[in-house]
Nanobody, 116 residues
């Protein structure tokens, strides 16, 4: 059973930074796709940034230039560096991974709150 465990959420003022980490229980290479998603109250879960196994990334327009995804294959971690945070970035952030059998795994989520 694959486990994804997120950490690093918290409360930060607008303009500040946070770094989220997703620790996977197996090699990142075993997944065809991994991504960071977020869900704000009353809204649907949305993709923040995704990365395919070949390394190509896709960022949501709302976070381009502010967020960066960083993978560490030795540690099996996928981090999300978030800079210049805005109140509208407030959400529960989830790590998701799609394996080679097209099964999607989710972490438990970590809360990010940005105060104005």
């Amino acid at each position: 059973q694959v486990q994804l465990v997120e950490s690093g959420g918290g409360l930060v003022q607008a303009g500040g930074s946070l770094r989220l980490s997703c620790a996977a229980s197996r090699s990142l290479f075993s997944f065809n796709f991994m991504g960071w998603y977020r869900q704000a109250p009353g809204k649907q879960r949305e993709l923040v940034v995704g990365i395919v196994r070949g390394g190509t990334t896709n960022y949501a327009d709302s976070v381009k230039g502010r967020f960066t995804i960083v993978g560490d294959n030795a540690k099996n971690t996928l981090d999300l560096q978030m800079n210049s945070l805005k109140p509208e970035d407030t959400a529960v952030y989830y790590c998701g991974a799609l394996d080679q059998d097209d099964y999607t795994y989710w972490g438990q989520g970590t809360q990010v709150t940005v105060s104005s």
